[in-house]
């Protein structure tokens, strides 16, 4: 039969599901864009880390220039102005014809020592009794054409309190800046000064392709966005020299690739429309077919099978295991009532009692709620879940649907229990927690198929609060004086009502409609039939408390099942 089912299905294997989405997802190019993004993202680092440190050198470099000419201009100044006689008679002969002599023999050695010391731009000094002013120029750096500083400017920077501290400063004259050096004795200030203007405009602009602006200031700039600043100090000097440079100058060799990730990451995003039709047509749609079939089945269309083609592998697969399994129901339930037929010992009631039990096992909530749950599964990707799943309901089934036996080995029935609330453990998580307490010796008694499991799937169905943890406990013993099992479920759920409670204990449910609580009656009907008014089921419940039922089995211990090769895998 299943060799049947297979021939109606396509004959070539198509490829796996995964491999396709493998496929699809490298056609994206979504990570090829995010890759490239990165790798931008980590060469513009480097380029600003690398700028960063060339930049720190040069700078550090020019600062160390500058603090070398001021060093040598602060040596040049107390050589040539402190306890120099030419200086002294200069001073002292103020009005007569040797003070002119004095001065040029003064401007030229002021010239001289600008030549050979290469330090400072200008030297000056200004007397405090005449005003006047000895002041000589010459530009170790620049362009001829740059002039040095004006005598009016300077005349207004030497007699200014805030450069009269003896330390250098910087100072704006004319639109140049300047570094200043001002001293004092008793009879005049000298000092000395650089053209810091002119310093860098002799730098050549052709070594540098990101258009840096270099300067000077007494206090670093604040940081702005598409700027990176530089900057090293002038030792001993509170001022600082300053790279200014666009950002986009330096990461210019990397903004083509920035680029290119921009449109790869514009070309992905385009692609989700067609990734969402693929994965309808591929993935969705065939769990629609697949929960449609289920339905079917449920409904009473025993005959139904799934005939739609599918386009990946794990489908292909799943949708002939559900046609085979539907044609092993069919089959089966047609065995059990042929069987049935068969039994004309039986009496009427029995034999309804026995196909009662039947409809109980089939359960369209249990086999729904299941479905449900593998459909969940697989939509969410958790293929070893919903593989869990399904060879759990072929050995519910098998279990449920074996022949030759009317009773079952305790130890089968408690591996279906265990199983069962392993995979509720799957759709009501944290829900609940389970202590198995059972005495070893039960393992070899024989109880009605699924009788154990019903009362455990009662719980899960009707005492579970939600947000609440509900503990399950499974208790055996044997009780060796009267020879019987004694078998509990207790839980510590929602509990049950005094009235239904009532009727348990009575075992009278004459009261109910038709269709409620079938499974407990069918449980307790089960058992008298197969050991009469030996067996019975009690129960001690409160509501919003929990529940216990105890059973009551006589045992009829069995050390081998000799009479079932079948072993349930």
């Known amino acids: ?149 004006p005598e009016a400017s300077l005349r207004a920077l030497i007699k200014d309190p805030a450069y009269d501290d003896g330390k250098w400063h910087l100072a704006k004259a004319d639109e140049t800046v300047y570094l200043i050096h001002i001293l004092r004795d008793s009879s005049s200030r000298f000092g000395a000064y650089l053209n810091c203007d002119a310093f860098f405009s002799s730098l050549n602009p052709g070594d540098d392709p990101y258009g840096t602006i270099l300067s000077i200031a007494d206090q670093l700039p604040p940081e702005e966005s598409g700027r990176l600043l530089t900057s090293s100090r002038i030792a001993q000097i509170s001022a600082y020299i300053i790279s200014d440079v666009r950002t986009s100058s330096v990461y210019r060799n990397v903004l083509p690739w920035i680029s290119v990730s921009i449109l790869l990451f514009v070309f992905s995003v385009l692609m989700i429309p067609l990734f969402l039709l693929t994965y309808y047509r591929k993935i969705n749609r065939p769990l629609q077919i697949l ?18 083609q599918v386009s990946s592998e794990e489908f292909y697969d799943t949708n002939l295991s559900f046609n085979s399994m539907a044609s092993n129901l069919s089959a089966l ?44 599964l697989i939509h969410n990707g958790q293929s070893e879940n919903a593989e869990r799943l399904v060879l759990y309901l072929s050995k519910y089934f098998r279990y449920m649907f074996r022949h030759g036996h009317n009773l079952e080995l305790f130890s089968m029935e408690l591996e279906m229990v265990q199983e069962y609330l392993a995979i509720s453990e799957l759709h009501y998580q944290n829900a609940f927690t389970v202590s198995c307490q059972i005495d070893p010796i039960l393992s070899f008694m024989r109880i009605p198929p699924l009788l154990l499991h019903n009362f455990v799937e009662n719980i899960i169905q009707h005492a579970l609060i939600p947000g609440k943890t509900i503990h399950i406990i499974l208790y055996g013993e044997y009780d060796d004086e009267q020879n019987l099992a004694i078998l509990q479920v207790s839980d510590d759920g929602n509990g049950i009502s005094e009235e239904y409670a009532d009727m348990i204990n009575r075992n009278d449910f004459s009261s109910l409609p038709p269709g409620k609580h079938i499974g407990v009656r069918n449980s307790i009907n089960r058992l008298h039939y197969y050991y009469g008014d030996e067996a019975g089921v009690s129960v001690d419940s409160a509501e919003g408390e929990g529940t216990t039922f105890t059973i009551r089995i006589p045992c009829d211990l069995t050390e081998e099942d000799e009479e079932d090769p079948e072993v349930i895998e």
């Open 1 to 149: 039969m299943i060799m049947a089912d297979r021939s109606e299905q396509n004959t070539k294997k198509p490829i796996s599901l995964r491999r396709q989405v493998l496929i699809f997802l490298c056609l994206l190019l979504l990570p090829f864009s995010i890759l490239s993004s990165i790798l931008s993202i980590n060469t513009m680092q480097n380029l600003k880390q690398q700028y960063t440190r060339q930049t720190q050198a040069v700078l550090d470099s020019y600062a160390a220039q500058f603090a070398h000419r001021t060093e040598t201009a602060d040596y040049l100044l107390l050589n040539l102005f402190t306890n120099n006689d030419l200086v002294l008679r200069f001073e002292r002969n103020t009005g007569d014809w040797h003070h002119t002599l004095y001065r040029a023999n003064l401007d030229n050695a002021v010239r001289d020592a600008l030549v050979l010391s290469g330090s400072a731009d200008g030297l000056f000094l200004l007397l405090n009794s005449s005003d006047e002013l000895v002041h000589s120029g010459r530009l170790q750096h620049g362009p001829s054409s740059t002039q040095i500083m």
């Open 291 to 308: 929960q449609g079939a289920f339905h079917e089945l449920e409904g009473g269309n025993e005959d139904f099978r799934i005939t739609e």
């Open 333 to 376: 339930q047609r065995q059990v009532l042929e069987e049935e037929q068969h039994r004309h010992e039986l009496a009427e009631h029995n034999l309804n009692l026995q196909l009662d039990n039947l409809q109980l096992q089939i359960r369209p909530h249990f086999l729904q709620n299941t479905m449900n749950l593998l459909f969940t």
